[in-house]
Nanobody, 123 residues
Framework: QVQLVESGGKLVQAGGSLRLSCAAS???????MGWFRQAPGKEREFVAG????????RYADSVAGRFTISRDDAKSTAYLQMNSLKPEDTAVYYC?????????????????WGQGTQVTVSS
């Protein structure tokens, strides 16, 4: 089991950028890391993920080309760089960890979750 703590969420204007961080309580070298988000009244959805093998990344269509996921296993931290933010990106963003070899889009594939960080994009 690993504890995850997200940070970096805040209020930002449309078109702006944010970088979210996800700090893990133990080494992340064998974990696939994912970011999910949940907007008010909606179900939690996959945003991006990065595997521990080959650092292969996957993105939701809605964020591809605007968001970039990365990881620094020496710091046990994963990141989500978010550019060209839109009001529809407003949500609570969650970090999650999986032991799978590849990035899954289903939240059921992830066993450990952080508490979330709020991102609000104003128009």
């Amino acid at each position: 089991q690993v504890q995850l703590v997200e940070s970096g969420g805040k209020l930002v204007q449309a078109g702006g950028s944010l970088r979210l961080s996800c700090a893990a309580s133990r080494r992340t070298g064998s974990l696939t890391m994912g970011w999910f988000r949940q907007a008010p009244g909606k179900e939690r959805e996959f945003v991006a993920g990065i595997s521990w093998i080959a650092y292969s990344a996957r993105y939701a269509d809605s964020v591809a080309g605007r968001f970039t996921i990365s990881r620094d296993d020496a710091k046990s931290t994963a990141y989500l760089q978010m550019n060209s933010l839109k009001p529809e990106d407003t949500a609570v963003y969650y970090c999650a960890a999986s032991t799978a070899f590849t990035v899954g889009r289903s939240e059921h594939e992830y066993v450990d979750w952080g508490q979330g960080t709020q991102v609000t994009v104003s128009s």
